[in-house]
């Protein structure tokens, strides 16, 4: 049975969260990072997302000016897209969150979490995240918050290295055993 049929079926028993688009935040120091952050509808719960410059300056220009990008390329194919989707958060690997674009039949393709947060804003396809996922990786929501967590289990090697080595010279030791635990995990999978 191919994965897909198997993912449908789970689908139909999973339970899971909707979540909706809040605000993007550029990273201070951050090389060309900025953070996504998404709610779940009551707003009570947060869930950060990295994405990079380029992505960032997507998203950015839809919140700035819908209008202007109503006949960019990706507002241009979703308009011939024949079918009813949803996207879905299924886990997290290797510091990516794992998502998939499904159709009505079952049909799905694998997306970065950037790309589903950009065709969720663009389009009325709805994000879910599996409620077990968003428990372990959400936080309490305050829109007065002034600044955002990024789970470490989120970040790619480079930027965790790169953490670690910015913990290390600001002397933040127990951060930098946090990174240093992260980055030894994934090693030891590979």
Do not use: H
């Amino acid at each position: 049975m191919p994965w897909y049929s198997t993912l449908k079926r789970k689908r139909n028993n999973m339970k899971r969260t909707l979540l909706r688009f809040e605000t993007l935040q550029q990273v201070v120091g951050g090389e060309g990072m900025a953070v996504i952050l998404l709610t779940d509808m009551e707003r009570k719960l947060g869930l950060s997302v990295v994405c990079d410059e380029q992505m960032a300056y997507q998203i950015q220009l839809r919140i700035n000016n819908p209008n202007a990008c109503r006949n960019l390329l990706p507002e241009t194919l979703l308009s011939l897209l024949p079918s009813t989707y949803e996207m879905l958060i299924l886990g997290l690997f290797e510091g990516q969150y794992q998502v998939v674009l499904m159709d009505e039949m079952g049909d799905s393709v694998r997306l970065r979490m950037s790309d589903a947060v950009l065709l969720s804003l663009i389009s009325d396809i709805p994000l879910y995240i599996e409620n077990g996922l968003m428990q372990r990786q959400c936080f309490p929501f305050d829109e007065k918050a002034q600044s955002i967590a990024i789970p470490i289990n989120t970040m790619d090697l480079q930027r965790l290295r790169s953490a670690l080595d910015k913990a290390v010279e600001n002397e933040n030791y127990e951060l930098a055993s946090q990174l240093r635990d992260e980055i030894r995990k994934r090693n030891e999978r590979s």
